[in-house]
């Protein structure tokens, strides 16, 4: 037969194997039972995270669908205890691997992906921030959030740019005004 160009098989696979890794943990802990929230927690997260890995190999699709996991899995563990320490950090382990990837293969929409991600739970956040236990993990989010987009986004991208050079990046500028506001 006639070899199909653009078919991307090892991407299709690698991308399947995440979305069935996924699944598989989400049933094991939702359906079944047999892992509790801390450790659904975990796995899924890992599994995003390791999908975004997979991206710098297999292309940007699969960081899609990594950074989609990833900030999925907060939303599918639920705990009868919510603590949202271990939320602020994981979302800024997210962040930080979003923005560092985007960096590295030069995709913009998945740092701004990412920011909305971001701007998206800090809403979900402050919502509950009503609540005394989520008001400190709320000013942290934003901040962490704040700092690793000022990085990714306005700092290191202009290293090396001169001053007489330099000019307002509006891409940039817009990200930190979102997660400012």
């Known amino acids: ?41 975990l796995l899924l997260g890992a599994t995003g995270l390791l999908a975004m890995l997979g991206a710098l190999r297999h292309g940007p699709a699969l960081a899609g669908l990594g950074l989609a996991a990833s900030y999925l899995t907060p939303a599918l563990v639920s705990s009868e205890a919510p603590n949202y320490w271990p939320l602020v950090l994981f979302l800024a382990v997210v962040a930080a691997a979003a923005f560092a990837l985007a960096r590295a293969r030069r995709w913009l929409w998945l740092a701004l992906v990412a920011v909305a991600g971001a701007v998206i739970w800090g ?10 236990e989520s008001h400190w993990p709320a000013i942290v989010h934003i901040l962490t959030q704040l700092a690793l987009a000022a990085v990714f986004m306005g700092l290191e991208p202009h290293l090396g740019t001169q001053d007489a050079e330099a000019r307002p990046d509006r891409i940039g500028t817009v990200a930190l005004g979102a997660l400012t506001l």
């Open 123 to 132: 809403v979900l956040i402050l919502s509950a921030a009503a609540l005394p």
């Open 1 to 41: 037969g006639v070899a199909i160009p653009a078919a991307h098989i090892p991407g299709v696979l690698t991308a399947a194997a995440i979305v069935v890794a996924f699944g598989t943990i989400y049933a094991a802990h939702a359906l079944y039972g047999f892992v509790g929230p801390a450790a659904a927690f």
